[in-house]
């Protein structure tokens, strides 16, 4: 079945550093590709989206691009700030449902 | 406005007992669902509603039932709670199903504590 796996963490960063999440996705048909962000204690916002391959998502900063020939969509954000620690979630819809990632942690130091 | 409310933020409630918890969305969607986010942070979809109808039903105990009166709520009810139901509980709605584009928004999360 579809499924999505994304680099594991936690990932620690100083600020101002650039960020790579690494996210790689396995899918029959033509997915769309998701990055989420949780906040402690909140729930998942969307950050951005791509829907068909060679787009790029992009917000606040962050950007993916949608990759068919390397089944990617790597989340990277050139400076990151103290305010970005969060747990990321990569995820793909193939239209019935969701499927996640398992998450990766980012803590970001002054 | 909140778009996804669900409620109780946290329970905590000893095992064996039934507990309900309730989800709104007021977006106009057609498709809600029910996910797990374990203490590990992986999500995993429970339930999925579209219009009313049950869509997906993934592997979950049969203790739990999913309601859906009408297409703005979809409720979770959880009968003989055991310890392993610990988690963190999310309601989402989408637009509809069938189109992969569509964004899932997502509550704030119900926080379940079995003792």
């Known amino acids: 079945g579809d499924s999505v796996t994304q680099m594991e963490g936690p990932v620690t960063l100083s600020e101002e550093a650039f960020l790579t999440i690494n996210c790689t996705y396995t899918?029959?048909?033509?997915?769309?590709l998701f990055w989420y962000v949780q906040y402690p204690g909140e729930g998942l916002q969307l950050l951005l989206k791509?829907?068909?391959?060679?787009d790029k998502g992009s917000n606040k900063g962050f950007e993916a691009t949608y990759r068919k020939e390397t089944t990617s969509f790597h989340l990277e954000k050139g400076s990151v700030q103290v305010s970005d620690s969060a747990v990321y979630f990569c995820a793909l819809s193939g239209g019935n449902d969701m499927r996640f990632g398992a998450g990766t942690r980012l803590t970001v130091k002054p | 406005d909140t778009a996804v409310s669900q409620t109780p933020k946290y329970l905590v409630t000893q095992m064996g007992n039934d507990k309900s918890i309730k989800c709104e969305q007021n977006?106009?969607?057609?498709?809600m669902y029910w996910y797990k986010q374990d203490s590990k942070k992986f999500l995993k979809i429970m339930f999925s509603?579209?219009?009313?109808?049950?869509?997906i039903n993934e592997t979950v105990p049969n203790r739990f039932s999913p309601k859906s009166p009408d297409k703005a709520h979809l409720n979770l009810h959880i009968n003989s709670l055991e310890l392993g139901d610990s988690a963190v509980y999310f309601c989402?709605?989408?637009?509809?199903?069938?189109?992969?584009?569509?964004?899932?928004?997502f509550g704030e999360g119900s926080w379940l504590t079995v003792v």
């Open positions: 977006l106009g969607h057609d498709t």
């Open positions: 899918a029959t048909g033509y997915p769309s």
């Open positions: 509603y579209n219009n009313k109808e049950l869509i």
């Open positions: 989402a709605s989408s637009l509809r199903q069938g189109y992969s584009g569509n964004t899932i928004y």
């Open positions: 791509a829907t068909k391959a060679d």
